[in-house]
């Protein structure tokens, strides 16, 4: 079992950048899938970005493409979310979560993802 433990959330203006960082503890961080979620109020979880196990592979959100970037540090069991040019739409609760599945087919489904942090609040003002 893995612990995931989101910080870096606040609050930023429109245009503004912040990075948001995951710290695991527990087994092995190299046998996870990581990615990033995140729930406004009133809406579902949606996916924000995901990286493989290497750290190889990214994927993004097509709302985020080209404003976010996912990475992860292998040896210091921490993934990452850089957000640049925040917008108001980018407010949510951004969640970290873990895959230990051989294999992820979707890794835009929460159901791919056994293991999540507590959410860190992200908050852009206009």
């Known amino acids: 079992q893995v612990q995931l433990v989101e910080s870096g959330g606040g609050l930023v203006q429109a245009g503004g950048s912040l990075k948001l960082s995951c710290a695991a503890s527990g087994r092995t961080f190299t046998g996870y899938t990581m990615a990033w979620f995140r729930q406004a109020p009133g809406t579902e979880r949606e996916f924000v970005a995901a990286i493989t196990r290497s750290g190889s592979t990214t994927y993004y959100a097509d709302s985020v493409k080209g404003r976010f970037t996912i990475s992860r540090d292998n040896a210091k069991n921490t993934m990452y979310l850089q957000m640049n040019s925040l917008k108001p739409e980018d407010t949510a609760v951004y969640y970290c979560?873990?895959?230990?599945?051989?294999?992820?087919?979707?890794?835009?489904?929460?159901?791919?993802?056994?293991?999540w942090g507590q959410g860190t609040q992200v908050t852009v003002s206009s």
């Open positions: 979560a873990a895959s230990r599945r051989p294999v992820v087919a979707d890794k835009r489904s929460l159901s791919e993802y056994n293991y």
